[in-house]
């Protein structure tokens, strides 16, 4: 008897629920893999695996034991940093996906910088820091401010920004804590505007897909850590520099040897209007831009057409190349550190017709941790809007009207 196509998805959390909703729309068997037994997602699963997504070699063992009793047709993630273990499962399994060891490049920031810059690929200059002695020999030859963070972190854990009056000492022990192979990486900070730009690789050409403005306004606040507050989808950048930056992306993702799925750039236009790659991910983006943002401006259904990348599927171009449809502004919320005891100002915005969505991560009673990356923030608003001004105008007007009432602990 011949199976449904069958679904591995690598990671279990909030933000994978909807990939998971979508397989199953397809008509697809899923499977889900995460170290949390009670991990949201799994609920959407047809099986759940219990391994962790960071380890691959476990991963790989569990689904290989599972792929005994029951076909597996293709494996991928979303909004979770674990590209080798995805790749490893795949070339277990002979499944489409890159090579285990492009994907070990993805997720090491310093090997993924040497190979940009053997290829010439433009980047901001970086030092590797192998310890403390290490950091005060670069910053004889680097100039404030500067970018310290873990070469293999996630969400922001452990990036500082660095200035002349940085306590060094806390600096390094507090980049190297957040990390797991215990090496830093220097980054020369690159004034200019930020882009997170989406993309997949079609039958070995990459396509740009989304190109969404990321704001760092709140820098002053909340520094030395550096922590993103939405932003805009789609950029004002015009076509041009979005051709460059394609161009680019394609170099960079050459250089670490993957011309297949997903790949999500962080880029930096300097003032002199050129773009750098700070670093690439070898998945779809979280923070609801691949599930959410994607769809509603461009129309392009980025994670459907991931899935059916990973299952081996025929992908058309066409489908994915469109000019965005609306403008969506999104913003995150920022509440002071200490017990939360009331928030106000939900319902009231929840009745506005541009008000896109809300999310609220936090209730009464809980405790907000000192915002010192992504997953610490409190809750997201996006608004819609006609223009790139009005999205932006409105998602800021959202966030400042949601009061958190905090006891301090």
Same mark, same amino acid.
């Given at each position: 008897m011949?199976?449904?196509?069958?679904?591995?998805?690598?990671?279990?959390?909030?933000?994978?629920?909807?990939a998971?909703?979508?397989?199953?729309s397809?008509g697809?068997?899923?499977?889900?893999?995460?170290?949390?037994?009670?991990a949201?997602a799994?609920?959407?699963a047809?099986?759940?695996?219990?391994a962790?997504t960071?380890?691959a070699?476990?991963?790989?063992?569990?689904v290989?034991e599972?792929?005994k009793?029951?076909?597996?047709?293709?494996?991928?993630?979303?909004?979770n940093?674990?590209?080798?273990?995805?790749?490893?499962?795949?070339?277990?399994?002979?499944?489409p996906?890159?090579?285990?060891a492009?994907?070990?490049?993805?997720?090491?920031?310093v090997?993924?910088?040497h190979? !940009?810059?053997?290829?010439?690929?433009a980047?901001?200059d970086y030092?590797p820091?192998?310890?403390?002695?290490?950091?005060?020999?670069a910053?004889t030859?680097?100039?404030f401010p500067l970018?310290?963070k873990?070469?293999?972190?996630?969400g922001?854990r452990g990036?500082?920004?660095l200035?002349?009056?940085?306590?060094?000492?806390w600096?390094y022990e507090?980049?190297?804590?957040?990390g797991?192979?215990?090496?830093?990486?220097?980054e020369?900070?690159?004034?200019?505007?930020?882009?997170?730009v989406?993309?997949? !690789?079609?039958?070995?050409?990459?396509?740009?897909?989304?190109?969404?403005?990321?704001?760092y306004?709140?820098?002053t606040?909340t520094?030395?850590?550096i922590i993103?507050?939405?932003g805009?989808?789609?950029s004002q950048?015009?076509?041009?520099?979005?051709t460059e930056?394609?161009?680019l992306i394609s170099r960079?993702a050459?250089?670490?040897?993957?011309?297949?799925?997903?790949?999500?750039?962080?880029?930096?236009?300097?003032?002199?209007?050129?773009?750098m790659?700070i670093?690439?991910?070898?998945?779809?983006s979280g923070n609801?831009l691949?599930?959410h943002?994607?769809?509603m401006?461009?129309?392009v259904?980025?994670?459907?057409?991931?899935?059916?990348l990973?299952l081996?599927h025929?992908?058309?171009a066409?489908?994915?190349?469109?000019?965005?449809?609306?403008?969506?502004?999104?913003?995150?919320?920022?509440?002071?550190?200490?017990r939360?005891t009331?928030?106000t100002?939900?319902?009231?915005?929840?009745?506005?017709?541009?008000?896109?969505m809300?999310?609220?991560?936090?209730?009464?009673?809980?405790?907000?941790?000192?915002?010192?990356?992504?997953?610490?923030?409190?809750?997201v608003? !996006?608004?819609?809007g006609?223009s790139w001004e009005?999205a932006?105008d409105r998602?800021?007007?959202?966030a400042?009207?949601?009061? !958190?009432?905090?006891?301090?602990?």
């Amino acid at each position: 008897m011949q199976h449904s196509k069958t679904l591995l998805i690598i990671g279990a959390g909030r933000e994978q629920i909807p990939a998971y909703q979508l397989a199953k729309s397809k008509g697809l068997t899923v499977i889900g893999t995460d170290m949390a037994a009670d991990a949201p997602a799994l609920a959407f699963a047809d099986h759940a695996l219990i391994a962790s997504t960071r380890d691959a070699e476990e991963s790989v063992r569990v689904v290989k034991e599972f792929a005994k009793i029951h076909p597996i047709d293709g494996v991928m993630t979303i909004a979770n940093d674990v590209p080798y273990t995805v790749a490893r499962i795949a070339a277990e399994l002979g499944l489409p996906g890159i090579p285990p060891a492009s994907a070990k490049l993805f997720a090491h920031k310093v090997k993924m910088k040497h190979a !940009f810059r053997a290829k010439g690929v433009a980047t901001p200059d970086y030092w590797p820091i192998a310890d403390r002695a290490a950091l005060t020999e670069a910053l004889t030859q680097a100039e404030f401010p500067l970018i310290l963070k873990p070469s293999d972190g996630r969400g922001a854990r452990g990036v500082l920004y660095l200035e002349q009056d940085t306590d060094l000492d806390w600096a390094y022990e507090h980049a190297r804590a957040a990390g797991d192979n215990g090496l830093l990486i220097l980054e020369r900070f690159i004034q200019g505007p930020q882009l997170s730009v989406e993309g997949l !690789f079609v039958d070995g050409k990459y396509i740009g897909i989304a190109y969404a403005d990321r704001n760092y306004d709140n820098l002053t606040q909340t520094k030395p850590f550096i922590i993103e507050d939405g932003g805009v989808i789609p950029s004002q950048c015009d076509a041009q520099l979005r051709t460059e930056i394609d161009a680019l992306i394609s170099r960079a993702a050459a250089a670490l040897g993957s011309d297949w799925g997903s790949v999500k750039a962080d880029i930096v236009v300097d003032l002199d209007g050129n773009p750098m790659v700070i670093e690439l991910a070898g998945r779809l983006s979280g923070n609801y831009l691949a599930t959410h943002h994607i769809p509603m401006t461009y129309d392009v259904d980025i994670v459907g057409a991931l899935i059916d990348l990973s299952l081996g599927h025929r992908v058309d171009a066409k489908d994915l190349k469109k000019n965005p449809i609306r403008y969506l502004g999104v913003r995150y919320l920022f509440p002071s550190t200490g017990r939360i005891t009331d928030i106000t100002g939900v319902e009231d915005l929840r009745s506005k017709d541009y008000v896109w969505m809300l999310d609220i991560f936090r209730q009464p009673g809980d405790i907000q941790p000192t915002i010192d990356n992504h997953g610490a923030r409190a809750g997201v608003v !996006f608004c819609e809007g006609a223009s790139w001004e009005q999205a932006r105008d409105r998602a800021c007007n959202a966030a400042n009207s949601i009061h !958190f009432k905090v006891e301090k602990t």
